[in-house]
């Protein structure tokens, strides 16, 4: 396999716009540990293989489990997530294929049981983030294998 375009040299202006919405996680009040599940839940959806690996190797460096992590694909059927963790789960699938059904009502009224109407937007955005990362990646083909994580204080 070999890299198509790398996107983070071919446009420094769109690496930075895109790691702006990146840092604007740090400034809600999601955990961190969530945020790394909805990156590895929508980078499964897309198939993007760059993302999975950088993910879950963040996932791993911020302490998630290997059990989870490897579970996430099947976490409507696995006793490993709580129930504000499934919410956010629900509600990236939904964003990530969103042409499909939208977000039903249904669904952000089982997320507002979590969240309030501020981190639902985060968890939004969010969302939106790394499905953007996602086509970055695979639309440029980039590689994976060569990401470290570097854990957040």
Not at 47 to 52: D, E, I, K, R, S
Not at 115 to 140: C, H, M, P
Request: proline share 3%; hydrophobic share 35%; aromatic share 8%.
């Amino acid at each position: 396999m070999e890299q198509r375009i790398n996107y983070m040299e071919t446009n420094r202006e769109v690496v930075k716009l895109m790691s702006q919405l990146e840092e604007y996680k740090k400034t809600t009040e999601i955990d961190n540990k969530l945020i790394e599940l909805i990156k590895i839940r929508a980078s499964q959806i897309n198939g993007c293989a760059y993302c999975l690996d950088m993910h879950t190797k963040d996932a791993r460096a911020n302490g998630e489990t290997e059990q989870r992590i490897y579970c996430l694909n099947a976490w409507r059927e696995s006793p490993f997530y709580l129930e504000a963790e499934r919410a956010a789960l629900e509600l990236t699938e939904a964003v990530t294929t969103i042409s499909a059904n939208g977000v039903p009502d249904d669904l952000y009224e089982r997320v507002s049981l979590h969240f309030d109407e501020k981190q639902y937007i985060d968890l939004v955005t969010i969302i939106i983030t790394i499905n953007g990362w996602n086509r970055l990646a695979i639309s440029s083909k980039s590689i994976p294998g060569h990401y470290k994580p570097v854990t957040e204080k």
